[in-house]
């Protein structure tokens, strides 16, 4: 993490490099690139969990259908344990 010296020292590096006048166009596109970092970061998050969605819904779609033909299964075994009684 970067504590207060350490901006210090670089807002002072920035300055005696590019001088006082460029300092907002810096910021401004600092700024931008941040935001567009930001945004695709956020595109990739929804992209993921859009993916993990899918395969999740796959995923409990085979599960049911593995429950409930053990579960027809057992009805079966029952039905035959009932009649053989």
């Known amino acids: 993490m970067i ?3 350490e901006i210090l020292l670089i807002l ?3 300055l005696m490099l590019f001088g006082a006048n460029s300092i907002p ?3 401004k596109t600092l700024g931008k690139t941040v ?3 930001n945004k695709a970061t956020e595109e990739i998050k929804k992209e993921f969990n859009d993916a993990t969605s899918d395969i ?3 995923i409990n ?3 049911n259908t ?3 033909e ?3 299964v057992k009805d079966e075994a029952d039905s035959f344990n009932d009649s053989t009684k």
Do not use: C, L, P, S
């Open 70 to 72: 053990a579960r027809k």
């Open 12 to 14: 002072f590096v920035v």
């Open 25 to 27: 166009d810096i910021a």
């Open 35 to 37: 935001r567009e970092f």
């Open 3 to 5: 504590g207060g010296g």
């Open 66 to 68: 593995v429950k409930d």
């Open 56 to 58: 999740r819904n796959d």
């Open 61 to 63: 779609d085979v599960t």
